[in-house]
């Protein structure tokens, strides 16, 4: 591979090279890849708190320490080859062709993972390591991944099959915690600062806290950013220097923005979380304040309560379905398919059909859920629509001899007799429990006849089972 960007830089056009190697290309929605996703999160927050905590404190790390940073270090090199192997998609196009995923790194992001890579502070400690600002400081590269944070937490609104409400609050709360931390970190730093080079005048002084421990000084100084930040201020901590004065005043100002932001965020988040149950808490305030205007009598209110929390336990809400009517033919039948994978298991006359046959049904079925005790079908009236039974218990009866003909359950299908003959309802069928059914409409009923004969057949051989058996 040439490499036109840099071509005097021996050590870029090697890296480039290598990262040609006999690697496969990783789809960004492999499990692998999410995984690695997590790791470099984690490892960029690691280092958006440690860093600017080092050069403000400048604690002597060793051990564990520097094994963490070795570790995140060379993670993030890693990801820099990875990212050479990494598919993408272009207006919905997979792309996995090694050439264009390597121009489009190269031309993107590669100079700044680089850069955010850059082992200065490796080479600091080993000339200068006593200088632990200098080693803290080399280390700020790191935070050049920051955006990365940001960008995978957004693929993950969209992607990852978690609430994104409890994603977004997630990257709103490591952004406050952040923000927080880095104000603490400067407070510090620059009341360390005063204290050493300057006026020998400052906060850190009149608390008396210069000489005393990391710990004791972090949490001052955190204590302060938040209460600052906040506008609470309780005035316990406070500038003593004009330096001091203009950060506090900064600090005090973009907190009356950043929380203005934050409060609208948290809200609008809060609601979000489960829309759909505000939704149906909406609906059923509605209703209740309806029937009591309209003096619907206690038990039909009781009732109706009931079917509303039926749906929303077990469906959530159904109407949510025809939502999904904006969809393009080939997109809503799949998502039918999944919909309506249960029914189609569990009705035995579609066992065996073909894939167009379960395609044309499954379009042209709609849900419905009745409460207990309700007819669906009143004999001798005319019947428009057959149903399929997907969960629950129906009765069928004679309301003119009072003899019950069967109970109904899941998987099985009545009212086709009406549409296979023309004629009124032969029976009365009402609920025995809570019943989720799929609607078939006559016209629709028709078509699906017409293009399926072996369909059809089975249809009329049961109605005329059951039409034969009720008129003997
Ligand atoms: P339909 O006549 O349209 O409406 C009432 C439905 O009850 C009828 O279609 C059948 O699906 C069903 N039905 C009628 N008689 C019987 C029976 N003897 N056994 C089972 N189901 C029946």
Redesign the pocket.
């Known amino acids: 591979m040439k490499c036109y960007k840099y071509p005097k830089c021996f050590f870029i056009r090697k890296l480039l090279r290598m990262t040609t190697l006999k690697i496969p290309i990783f789809r960004p929605d492999s499990q692998f890849i999410r995984l690695w996703e997590i790791l470099i999160v984690s490892i960029t927050i690691y280092n958006a708190f440690i860093v600017p905590f080092r050069i403000s404190f400048q604690p002597n790390f060793y051990g564990t320490w520097i094994l963490l940073d070795l570790i995140g270090d060379t993670i993030l090199i890693a990801d820099i080859f990875l990212r050479f192997h990494l598919g993408y998609f272009k207006y919905g196009e997979y792309i996995e062709d090694k050439k264009k995923i390597a121009k489009r790194y190269r031309y993107q992001l590669f100079r700044r993972h680089l850069i955010a890579s850059f082992p200065g502070d490796l080479i600091a400690r080993i000339f200068l390591p006593n200088l632990l600002f200098i080693i803290a400081l080399l280390r700020l590269p790191r935070l050049l991944r920051l955006p990365q944070f940001f960008r995978i937490f957004n693929r993950w609104e969209i992607n990852v099959n978690i609430n994104p409400t409890l994603i977004r609050m997630c990257k709103l709360i490591i952004f406050i915690a952040l923000i927080n931390h880095w104000v603490g970190c400067g407070w510090f730093l620059i009341g360390n600062l005063e204290t050493n080079f300057g006026s020998g005048d400052s906060w850190l002084i009149n608390k008396s806290l210069e000489s005393l421990d990391t710990r004791t000084q972090y949490i001052n100084s955190l204590y302060w950013a938040i209460t600052t930040l906040t506008t609470v201020g309780y005035g316990d901590i406070t500038p003593a220097t004009e330096i001091e004065i203009i950060f506090t005043v900064m600090v005090m100002f973009s907190g009356i923005s950043m929380y203005a932001y934050i409060i609208g965020n948290v809200s609008s988040l809060i609601s979000n979380l489960d829309a759909a149950q505000a939704r149906y808490r909406e609906k059923l305030d509605q209703i209740t304040t309806y029937m009591r205007d309209n003096k619907i009598p206690p038990i039909l209110q009781h009732k109706i309560r009931d079917y509303y929390q039926y749906r929303w336990i077990e469906n959530r809400d159904i109407r949510d379905y025809y939502i999904l009517d904006e969809l393009p033919y080939p997109l809503k039948t799949k998502l039918a398919l999944q919909l309506h994978k249960e029914v189609i298991k569990k009705v035995p006359i579609f066992q065996g059909s073909s894939p167009q046959f379960i395609e044309e049904i499954v379009m042209a079925l709609k849900p419905e859920i009745l409460p207990p005790n309700e007819y669906i079908?009143r004999?001798g009236n005319l019947?428009n629509e057959?149903y399929f039974i997907k969960r629950g218990l129906v009765q069928?009866f004679s309301e003119k001899t009072g003899s019950i003909?069967?109970n109904?359950v899941a998987g099985t299908?009545?009212?086709?007799?009406?549409?296979v003959y023309e004629q009124p309802?032969?029976?009365?069928?009402i609920t025995l429990t809570y019943c989720e059914l799929f609607v078939l409409h006559k016209e629709d009923f028709k078509k699906v006849l017409e293009n399926y004969p072996y369909f059809a057949s089975n249809v009329r051989k049961i109605?005329k089972e059951?039409?034969e058996?009720?008129n003997k």
């Open positions: 079908i004999e019947g057959m069928v003909y069967r109904m299908f009545f009212g086709e007799i009406a549409l309802r032969t029976a009365s069928i109605a059951r039409y058996g009720e």
